[in-house]
């Protein structure tokens, strides 16, 4: 017997428990009448089993009880039982509706808006194209390749819906077979187009990594995933979805190299996804792609305190917008974290058809 706060599933096999003390009979003559053994018959009256038509008719012959009954009571314990089933998997999901970043997700446009928790399970299940939320998570994040700030039990949550609306965004795009050798060639190309405006490069940048088998994703930063951006395998394509994470276009020009570094060093496809060594040698990668070691060690050495003109010099011989430069900087504390930002460039990128802006930082 299974039962929910509304439904109970009685078994066929308490009817048969009823007709067998009827009769006085118990379960070992009761399995020598029906021909079968007593492990069978105990589990048919425990419900364990099917009641199928060829023991309809058994017990017809049996019980006098005609077949189409015992068809009956099968038919409906099975629908009962998955009513419980159903009811008490709603239960489990609206505890772990409460987990996801909905409102954020429903304002971005993901899930239908809804304030009511059962709706939302329903959404949420419909999102992440599974028939109960606890299955969510078993499809192991941890395969993901991404570059984010912390990793807590909210930021996986948010990680997974991201990466969902991600791979969904990326089905809709066409891309030609993966090429990783094409891509790598392609970097200087893609570094070039750092001193472009997001409203030019967003759509050629997408273009350029879809020739390799990329489909590149602009997506909505998800408060609490600190995440910059993230890179798996999804079918026959690969998926890279970026964020603008402050908005600044060092960050954003890190992170993706950052990314691509994934994809070229292999770590995409390690089926137990990226450790501690695979995320420094990405960020080694995306370092020495955007601004050599060798010529920043140098441009240190000679500016040990740099202003303003040598920082627009430098990034004027690196081909790089001042402001990675000025990030750079920042992040290995040659200057501190409020120097400089006037001339640090702010991305606007967004998904779908919309091309990206460019704003003036803030000082």
């Not at 023991?55 to 099968?74: D, H, I, S």
């Not at 994934?262 to 040698?281: A, V």
């Not at 990668?285 to 010529?295: C, G, V």
């Amino acid at each position: 017997m299974k039962t929910s706060k509304t439904y109970i599933a009685i078994p066929p096999g308490e009817t048969i428990k009823e007709q067998l003390q009827d009769r006085g009979m118990n379960q070992k003559e009761f399995a020598k009448r029906m021909a079968m053994s007593e492990k069978h018959i105990s589990k048919l009256v425990n419900g364990e089993v099917h009641l199928t038509q060829e023991m309809a008719m058994r017990l017809e012959m049996v019980l006098g009880v005609p077949a189409r009954f015992w068809n009956n009571l099968e038919a409906l314990y099975r629908e009962d039982l998955e009513r419980v089933r159903m009811e008490n998997a709603m239960d489990e999901d609206l505890e772990f509706v409460r987990k996801f970043p909905y409102n954020e997700m429903m304002k971005n446009g993901w899930v239908p808006q809804t304030r009511k928790p059962k709706e939302r399970v329903v959404n949420l299940r419909k999102f992440f194209e599974v028939v109960e939320l606890d299955l969510v998570m078993e499809m192991d994040i941890n395969r993901i390749a991404c570059r984010r700030q912390s990793e807590t039990e909210k930021a996986d949550y948010a990680l997974t819906a991201w990466a969902q609306e991600a791979k969904l965004c990326a089905r809709k795009m066409d891309v030609a077979p993966i090429d990783i050798e094409g891509l790598r060639k392609a970097l200087p190309r893609i570094r070039a187009m750092n001193l472009e405006n997001p409203r030019d490069f967003s759509r050629e940048l997408q273009t350029l990594l879809a020739e390799f088998g990329v489909a590149l994703v602009y997506l909505p930063h998800i408060g609490g995933s600190f995440l910059h951006g993230a890179t798996f395998i999804d079918g026959k394509k690969i998926v890279m979805g970026m964020t603008v994470r402050g908005k600044y276009a060092d960050k954003f020009w890190f992170s993706l190299f950052h990314e691509i570094g994934h994809i070229l060093l292999g770590h995409i496809y390690q089926p137990e996804g990226t450790s501690e060594k695979d995320e420094r040698e990405a960020d080694a990668f995306a370092a020495e792609i955007l601004i050599p070691e060798k010529d920043f060690s140098e441009f240190v050495r000679q500016h040990p305190e740099p202003g303003l003109g040598a920082i627009t010099e430098f990034a004027r011989e690196q081909g790089l917008d001042a402001g990675i430069v000025v990030g750079r900087l920042q992040s290995r504390k040659i200057v501190p974290y409020n120097y400089f930002n006037h001339i640090k460039t702010q991305y606007i990128l967004t998904s779908g058809e919309d091309k990206g802006e460019k704003e003036e930082a803030d000082e």
